[in-house]
């Protein structure tokens, strides 16, 4: 017998389709086949394994306990409006929380910016009533002649000499 014939037989044998004559024929063949003597091994243990194992539910249960859930699910509509209701109030929410950030912001910006233009201007007059002293300081250590030469320096847009330069 070859070995594709002794499979299909082996098949039959554990589905106890087979007639006695075959019955005797597969014992001869696994007898001196190793390959399908193994194969018909796995082959009963496969279904003897089979058998064993409990059927979890029929088809009418699983059909029965799909349409309950399915009715339970009824007011999913409701749940998913309460989740949108939700999520649009967060984003509100958020979108109220960066427009606040973004005003904070730009008042950081403009008093940092207000307090720096303060400074260059507080920087600025010092240097003018420094140059202002230091002319007056000048002017008053010169004699009455300097202080009209440098007003009339001063009203044609001159600079005033160092001490000393002008008087001889």
């Known amino acids: 017998m070859k070995c594709n014939?002794?499979?299909?037989?082996?098949?039959?044998?554990?589905d106890d389709n087979l007639s006695a004559h075959d019955v005797i024929r597969l014992r001869a063949h696994?007898?001196?086949?190793?390959?399908c003597s193994a194969f018909a091994h796995d082959m009963r243990r496969l279904v003897s394994a089979s058998s064993e194992l409990q059927e979890t539910c029929s088809r009418e249960a699983f059909l029965l306990g799909v349409s309950r859930r399915i009715e339970a699910s009824s007011s999913t509509p409701q749940r998913l409006m309460d989740r949108l209701w939700y999520v649009r109030r967060s984003l509100r929410l958020a979108g109220m929380l960066a427009g606040a950030a973004c005003c904070i912001g730009i008042v950081?910006?403009?008093?940092?910016?207000?307090a720096r233009r303060d400074a260059v201007q507080q920087v600025a007059a010092a240097?003018?009533?420094?140059t202002?002293?230091?002319?007056?300081?000048?002017?008053s250590?010169?004699?009455?002649?300097?202080?009209?030469?440098?007003?009339?320096?001063?009203?044609?847009?001159?600079?005033?000499?160092?001490?000393?330069?002008?008087?001889?």
Do not use: K, Y
């Open 108 to 114: 950081v910006v403009v008093h940092v910016l207000g």
């Open 5 to 14: 014939v002794a499979r299909r037989l082996i098949s039959l044998e554990v």
């Open 30 to 35: 696994l007898t001196e086949c190793s390959e």
């Open 132 to 139: 202002v002293a230091s002319q007056d300081i000048a002017l």
């Open 141 to 168: 250590f010169g004699g009455p002649l300097d202080d009209l030469a440098a007003a009339n320096l001063a009203a044609l847009g001159a600079e005033t000499p160092p001490l000393g330069e002008g008087c001889e």
């Open 127 to 130: 240097e003018a009533l420094q």
